[in-house]
């Protein structure tokens, strides 16, 4: 026996055949025998491995089939509305509890318990070849209790719960009432293991720990639960939503407001400014201050101005100095010597010299000559400096 006899599976050469789930089955087998031929010294045994894993076809794990939100409730509606008994009972029960197909028609009629305040349902054994037990919904308890006092037969030797006719309830029966009352909500074909894969999805994304999914739906392992998880990350789903709104923001034209649209904030700011407003500048005042000066607001700390104010400081400015009276050479002969030199010049014209300063200054430091250099009338001498 040589290495070219087995051929590794393709998908097309197995389609309509066996399933490739059976075929790894089967290669595996096959390898564990040519393993122990070798092992145990069978006359003609192969000298090498014959089967690699590679050799092996690669098998799809998709995702559990289940039900949305709004198909499981239609699905809900249309099961409440049933008329036959049975029917109803058994899409109850799968819906609600998340039981293999096989694990209801093995329920007997003493599988409902009271433990504590609470009704618990004994699961028999089944696939998993163990038993357990899980809550019960007080909906399904009068189910239950309506079956087996109305519908049952009676004097039956058999202990199952689901009978008909004397006879215990088959697959095809219950997957024939499914099918029907999925056709009637409109939501297509419907199994009886997807109600175990709509409810372990629901329950996992309402924040059922993954521990309490597992002991409901009598998995061994949390890697069979895990599967579930794949469906629905809320991690993956809050993280993608954070970063898309990103990414809208990139791509969206910023909104743009009317000119004349403004806010409460706004709109009170306008006021305050328009009523702080002075004739040359403004009051910088905090609300809380109460103001010590009625008529100097320019020889005030809180007095701003700026350059658009600028005319209206000169013409003070001009005022100021012709109004000032013209004084001799004699007068200021005669006047006292002050003990300390001041600088005498009005507010308006003290503001206007600020703001030239200021001007030449930032030109300065630009590079390049102001735009427009305002020609202002020479400061006057003080009577104190003249001589």
């Known amino acids: 026996m040589a290495r070219g006899h087995p051929q590794p599976p393709h998908r097309e050469t197995v389609s309509g055949g066996l399933a490739l789930t059976s075929i790894k089955e089967q290669l595996i087998n096959l390898g564990c025998f040519f393993d122990r031929i070798a092992l145990w010294g069978y006359p003609d045994a192969p000298t090498r491995p014959l089967l690699f894993?590679?050799?092996?076809?690669k098998i799809d794990r998709p995702l559990p089939?289940?039900?949305?939100?709004?198909?499981?409730?239609?699905?809900?509606?249309?099961?409440?509305?049933?008329?036959?008994?049975?029917?109803?009972?058994?899409?109850?029960?799968?819906a609600r509890t998340g039981i293999r197909l096989s694990e209801l028609l093995g329920?007997?009629?003493?599988?409902?318990?009271?433990i504590g305040s609470a009704y618990w349902l004994r699961i028999p054994v089944g696939k998993l070849h163990n038993d357990r037990y899980i809550p019960l919904h007080p909906q399904l308890k009068d189910l239950l209790d309506d079956w087996i006092a109305n519908h049952r037969p009676e004097g039956l030797r058999s202990d199952r719960l689901l009978l008909e006719h004397g006879r215990p309830v088959t697959k095809l029966r219950v997957a024939n009432a499914l099918a029907r009352i999925a056709d009637d909500a409109g939501i297509g074909r419907v199994t009886p293991h997807q109600l175990r894969h709509t409810l372990a999805t629901q329950t996992i994304n309402l924040g059922m720990s993954i521990e309490a999914i597992a002991a409901?739906?009598?998995?061994?392992?949390?890697?069979?639960?895990?599967?579930?998880?794949?469906?629905?990350?809320?991690?993956?789903?809050?993280?993608?939503?954070?970063?898309?709104?990103?990414?809208?923001?990139?791509?969206?034209?910023?909104?743009?407001?009317?000119?004349?649209?403004?806010?409460?904030?706004?709109?009170?700011?306008?006021?305050?400014?328009?009523?702080?407003?002075?004739?040359?500048?403004?009051?910088?005042r905090p609300v809380e201050m109460d103001c010590h000066f009625e008529s100097i607001c320019e020889s005030c700390t809180f007095f701003v101005t700026t350059i658009e104010f600028k005319p209206t400081l000169r013409r003070q400015r001009d005022g100021s100095l012709r109004q000032r009276p013209t004084r001799t050479a004699e007068d200021l002969r005669r006047s006292p010597?002050?003990?300390r030199r001041r600088r005498i010049m009005t507010p308006p014209l003290d503001t206007i010299t600020r703001i030239n300063t200021t001007m030449s200054t930032v030109a300065v430091r630009l590079g390049s000559t102001p735009p427009h250099r305002s020609t202002t009338t020479p400061r006057p001498k003080s009577a104190h400096n003249g001589r």
């Open 337 to 339: 010597r002050p003990t």
């Open 107 to 114: 329920l007997t009629v003493d599988a409902v318990v009271l």
């Open 216 to 284: 409901l739906l009598g998995h061994k392992t949390l890697a069979m639960t895990m599967i579930y998880a794949r469906i629905a990350d809320k991690t993956v789903a809050e993280e993608y939503f954070a970063v898309t709104e990103k990414v809208e923001a990139l791509y969206d034209q910023p909104h743009q407001l009317p000119a004349d649209d403004e806010g409460n904030e706004m709109r009170r700011l306008r006021a305050e400014m328009h009523r702080r407003m002075l004739g040359n500048g403004y009051c910088a």
């Open 53 to 57: 894993v590679g050799d092996l076809p």
């Open 65 to 94: 089939r289940f039900l949305d939100d709004p198909a499981a409730a239609k699905l809900a509606r249309a099961t409440r509305a049933e008329d036959d008994p049975l029917a109803r009972l058994c899409v109850e029960i799968l």
